[in-house]
């Protein structure tokens, strides 16, 4: 049964720092193409960033330079490293695979960004 349970999400002050951390059980993880997605209210989910099974890495133009992907294939687990983050970076994060999200998601880790 896929699981993905991620955590880390909070409250921080724009400019602060958080470090996301999905971990993922229940398919064969180190083959796959994994995804940090987020969802902010009233906008559909979109994709942050992925990482391959290697460790090639693709971002969001409004992302880059301020986060960095990256995958333990031993803990099959995915991490965000957050940076110099934006109000608009408020949003539930989620990770699944990528380019074709499996049907089961986690729940999602909430990241608030505000003063």
């Known amino acids: 049964q896929v699981q993905l349970v991620e955590s880390g999400g909070g409250l921080v002050q724009p400019g602060g720092s958080l470090r996301l951390s999905c971990a993922a059980s229940?398919?064969?993880?180190?083959?796959?193409?994994m995804g940090w997605y987020r969802q902010a209210p009233g906008k559909e989910r979109e994709l942050v960033a992925d990482?391959?099974?290697?460790?090639?890495?693709n971002y969001a133009d409004s992302v880059k330079g301020r986060f960095a992907i990256s995958r333990d294939n031993t803990k099959n687990t995915v991490i965000l490293e957050m940076n110099s983050l934006k109000p608009e970076d408020a949003a539930v994060y989620y990770c699944?695979?990528?380019?074709?999200?499996?049907?089961?998601w986690g729940k999602g880790t909430l990241v608030t960004v505000s003063s």
């Open positions: 229940g398919f064969t993880f180190w083959p796959k193409r």
């Open positions: 699944n695979t990528y380019p074709q999200p499996m049907a089961t």
């Open positions: 990482i391959t099974y290697s460790g090639s890495r």
